[in-house]
């Protein structure tokens, strides 16, 4: 089973350009959500699904857009590149109540 | 509103020593606690949850509900242990996690 997959696994972009985090799993979850990793911070949510069609607003979804058209992919979007988005992005599934599956994440730098 | 608390970003510690994690929370409900292990370029991974008290690596954790903690601990620190650990929250609606700031462990030979 490849679990939880990220594309890109780095990538350098200008500020105000935009792009798309992918993420995709194979175990079925429902559950699918988007974090970032920065320094001293922890892990912060950025969006959720509990499912496909549903999209829900975590801790810091400011820049960000998201959809989940199908169970498999929950794909990130940021609109408008800033600096302040260069940080490390991880994609995250489960089932309710179960252990979440991480993916090996995205290394972004905004310049 | 939930929050997860890791007083130590750094820990550091001799091999064969015993080392204890710290962390903190505060949630109006009953908690589902975690600790999440991140090794060196790796992805984050499931070290332990308190529901199921079981040891993984020689690491151990309690829920003390009366002091909101649940700390990691190894009474033999290893130097394969060298990690980022998460302490991480379950929210009782859904499967949101909320993290801690986490800590970076340090194993000395």
């Known amino acids: 089973n490849a679990g939880v997959t990220q594309t890109p696994k780095f990538q350098v972009l200008k500020t105000g350009q935009s792009m798309t985090l992918q993420c995709a799993q194979d175990m079925n979850h429902e559950y699918m959500s988007w974090y970032r990793q920065d320094p001293g911070m922890g892990l912060r949510l950025i969006h959720y699904?509990?499912?496909?069609?549903?999209?829900d607003q975590g801790e810091v979804p400011n820049g960000y857009n998201v959809s989940r058209s199908t169970t498999e992919d929950f794909p990130l979007r940021l609109l408008s590149a800033a600096p302040s988005q260069t940080s490390v992005y991880f994609c995250?599934?489960?089932?309710?109540?179960?252990?979440?599956?991480f993916g090996q994440g995205t290394r972004l730098t905004v310049v | 509103a939930q929050r997860v608390t890791q007083p130590e970003k750094l820990l550091s510690v001799f091999k064969g020593a015993p080392v204890e994690l710290k962390c903190n929370y505060s949630y109006s409900g009953s908690p589902e606690l975690f600790w999440y292990v991140q090794y060196s370029r790796q992805r984050l991974q499931l070290l332990l949850r308190?529901?199921s008290r079981e040891s993984i690596k020689g690491f151990t954790a309690d829920l003390n509900k009366g002091e909101t903690s649940f700390h990691l601990k190894k009474p033999f620190a290893q130097e394969e242990d060298s990690a980022m650990y998460y302490c991480?929250?379950?929210?009782?609606?859904?499967?949101?996690?909320?993290f801690g700031e986490g800590t970076q462990l340090t194993v000395n030979p």
């Open positions: 991480a929250l379950r929210h009782t609606s859904g499967s949101r996690l909320t």
């Open positions: 308190h529901i």
């Open positions: 995250a599934s489960s089932y309710d109540n179960s252990e979440a599956f």
């Open positions: 699904s509990v499912g496909a069609g549903i999209t």
